[in-house]
């Protein structure tokens, strides 16, 4: 369990935000921009340390250092990887992905000698994903990971990540994405999370489950 | 307005030391912008869509092929004579605007390369900016001081404050949130009923669908179809192409489906 007890941050920016996230649960985060959403996600991550509140991981902080079982997964792929390592190198930075999973991922193995500059946002975006995915990972925050996606794209992504059984935090501002993945989806505004009502959660529960079934019958 | 007649570009290639290849970018484009039009190109990041708006602007890079036609008003296309006169770009991102002066001084440059006399300009400008909800304090402020929102408004106050009359938009929602987004998408509508042509480039076929009048599907440098808006509805029985039917398929608010296949 992912526990954010009473998170202070950024002078108000964050005003006493709590949150839990269970392994496997799927939660959803929406709110006006620069209302910080990403500084949530990276206190969750432990990449902020909060001015007050804790973050803690089965009642234990982050470690401090090693990977951290908890990863961000950036807006912007192309300022999370090392512009000067070639992208074999970048996936092999914590652990090293089989053939496999590449290609689960679409990542060509034409890709690996090429350096970031040479892909595209929706390609390096995949990329970074794959890297996250190491042994020991279990919470994911996936901050605006698919916005700059077209559709196709994006619907190919979610079903892998889903898949990975994981506990995710998808922060976006696309309220049909949110309704389609997450079971609890929160608003952060005015430094505090306010729960939006599910207009029919059993409905929407059900659509869920059917769309997993066709998603699983293609890939 | 703007006619685009089997457009191919490709990019020279060195091959070995002697020889040259050209690369294909974008294959047999043809199209129309009708004044008072709004028209979507749509497409995966890859697929061509930026290469089309340089293209009609002029600014390709020197070693791009171009072959077919580009006519405007039935005449052929000159970029350099018509490009922030006749045609305007609101470009994808701040990198475009000077990160060392002030929005307002650029919106008034703007209305020198329109055209306006000198005096004229400081005036032109600020009513442009007041058009789009910004006033005194956004025009001081330097872009990175601007939200993506305000800044992208002020993009668009630089390319309509002329007389402009075919608008060119690259990805105009990129980084905006919903209302930001619907806001700029609205304002070119209003740019369109008024006798504009406007060409949005997006890879948010979502976003656009409610205020486009028709929507082009790009695919790896290929058009799949120009399809009136009001054919993506239903489970897409209306549109041509497999490829559009997918796209429409996989929006998370219709079915959230990945391509047949994975």
């Excluded at chain 1, 002078?11 to 500084?39: E, I």
């Excluded at chain 1, 892909?119 to 605006?144: K, N, T, W």
């Excluded at chain 2, 300009?121 to 909800?133: K, Q």
């Excluded at chain 2, 890879?203 to 808006?229: S, W």
Aim: overall charge positive; proline content about 7%; aromatic content about 4%.
């Amino acid at each position: 369990m992912l526990v954010a007890h009473g998170l202070h941050h950024g002078g108000g920016l964050l005003d006493g935000v709590s949150l839990t996230l269970a392994p496997g649960q799927v939660v959803g985060l929406a709110g006006p921009s620069g209302a910080g959403k990403t500084t949530l996600g990276r206190l969750l991550a432990g990449h902020l340390v909060p001015e007050r509140g804790t973050v803690r991981l089965d009642g234990v902080p982050l470690p401090a250092r090693g990977f951290c079982p908890v990863q961000l997964l950036p807006q912007t792929a192309e300022l999370a990887v090392n512009p000067r390592w070639r992208i074999g190198r970048i996936l092999e930075e914590a652990y090293t992905p089989g053939a496999a999973a590449r290609r689960a991922f679409g990542i060509q193995d034409t890709w690996l000698r090429r350096y970031p500059h040479e892909l595209s946002g929706g390609e390096l975006q995949r990329v970074v994903i794959l890297r996250s995915l190491a042994p020991g990972l279990r919470y994911l925050v996936a901050d605006e990971i698919s916005a700059m996606l077209d559709p196709l794209t994006q619907a190919a992504l979610w079903p892998h990540l889903l898949g990975q059984g994981l506990g995710i935090l998808v922060i976006s501002h696309n309220a049909a994405l949110l309704k389609r993945l997450a079971t609890v989806t929160w608003r952060l505004e005015g430094g505090r999370l306010h729960r939006l009502p599910m207009g029919d959660p059993a409905g929407a529960a059900a659509d869920r489950e059917k769309w997993r079934a066709e998603i699983s019958e293609r890939v | 307005m703007l006619e685009v007649a089997r457009l191919s570009i490709g990019f020279r290639r060195p091959l070995g030391l002697w020889r040259r290849e050209i690369v294909p970018a974008l294959r047999d484009i043809s199209l129309q912008v009708q004044a008072g039009e709004m028209l979507a190109v749509i497409g995966a990041s890859g697929a061509g869509k930026s290469l089309l708006a340089q293209a009609i602007l002029g600014l390709l890079p020197a070693h791009a092929v171009l072959s077919g036609a580009l006519r405007y008003r039935g005449a052929p296309l000159d970029p350099a004579a018509l490009r922030g006169r006749r045609i305007a770009l609101v470009p994808q991102s701040i990198a475009w605007l000077d990160p060392l002066v002030r929005t307002g001084r650029q919106v008034e440059w703007a209305a020198g390369r329109a055209g306006l006399p000198a005096a004229a300009r400081r005036p032109a400008a600020t009513a442009a900016l007041a058009r789009f909800g910004l006033g005194a304090a956004a025009a001081r402020r330097f872009p990175h001081q601007l939200s993506g929102g305000m800044a992208r408004r002020a993009m668009l106050a630089m390319a309509t404050l002329g007389q402009a009359e075919l608008l060119i938009a690259d990805e105009p929602t990129n980084g905006l949130d919903p209302e930001n987004a619907a806001r700029v998408l609205n304002h070119l509508r209003t740019l369109a009923d008024a006798g504009r042509g406007v060409l949005v480039i997006s890879h948010d076929l979502a976003a656009v669908l409610p205020l486009a009048d028709r929507v082009a599907i790009l695919r790896d440098g290929a058009l799949q179809e120009t399809a009136p808006a009001a054919a993506f509805r239903g489970n897409g029985a209306a549109l041509a192409s497999p490829y559009a039917r997918a796209l429409w398929r996989a929006l998370p608010e219709i079915g959230f489906l990945p391509a047949e296949g994975g």
